[in-house]
């Protein structure tokens, strides 16, 4: 099955400074892959998906980056303010199914 | 629109004893997922609904956990009998397609078996 690898566990910044999460899969034929914000007491809320025909795609402050041939993505926070404050989590669907896979979390604390 | 809708949102048991949990998708989505989630890890698929029908339930603990969702809307959760390792947080989350992409999670109950 597929497995998802998410770094770093905690990332804290500045207020205004960029925030990057980094996620592997190992499933090559994986090809969706969304991020959830997760706050404290509540379920994950999705912010921005990428499909595998897509290399970038970008929603205001928020940005994801694929790269298909490494297995990697990434999540890029421009300008980070304090209510970006959460845990993140990067998921990948297997092409077989619809099942997702999701990362263990970023923990990112951004310091007013 | 509403979004999906869980409860109990907290649950304490003492451990044999059975627990059972509601979810409400969005109006609409055909599919339901019922996730766990343990303390400081991502969530985890247990059983996901293509409307009425469970299609992959290969991840659910069959011995002590079971699942409906009559009438391809709501859906309930069971654990009999709970133990220890039950306790995590149970999300819902529905999807308006088949193909597993944009799911939308409910807030979640959490349990605590004591």
Do not use: M
């Amino acid at each position: 099955g597929e497995n998802v690898e998410q770094h770093p566990s905690t990332l804290s910044v500045q207020e205004g400074d960029s925030a990057v999460i980094k996620c592997t899969y190992s499933d090559s034929a994986s090809n969706y892959f969304p991020w959830y914000k997760q706050e404290l007491g509540k379920g994950p809320q999705l912010i921005i998906d990428i499909r595998s025909n897509v290399g970038e795609k970008k929603d205001q402050r928020i940005a994801v980056t694929l790269n298909k041939t490494a297995k990697h993505f990434s999540l890029h926070i421009t300008e980070t303010q304090p209510e970006d404050s959460a845990v993140y989590f990067c998921a990948a669907r297997e092409a077989s199914g619809s099942r997702l896979t999701f990362g263990e979390g970023t923990q990112l604390t951004v310091n007013p | 629109e509403a979004g999906v809708v869980q409860s109990p949102r907290y649950k304490i048991i003492e451990k044999k004893q059975p627990v059972a949990f509601w979810c409400n998708p969005i109006s609409g989505h055909n599919t339901l997922y019922w996730y766990r989630q343990n303390l400081g890890q991502g969530p985890e698929l247990l059983i996901r609904y293509e409307n009425e029908e469970a299609v992959d339930d290969s991840q659910l603990p069959k011995d002590r956990f079971s699942a409906e969702r009559l009438k391809g809307v709501d859906s309930t959760l069971k654990i009999q009998p709970a133990e220890l390792g039950d306790s995590a947080v149970y999300l819902c989350a529905s999807s308006p397609t088949t193909s597993g992409g944009e799911q939308y999670f409910g807030p979640g109950t959490r349990l605590t078996v004591t």
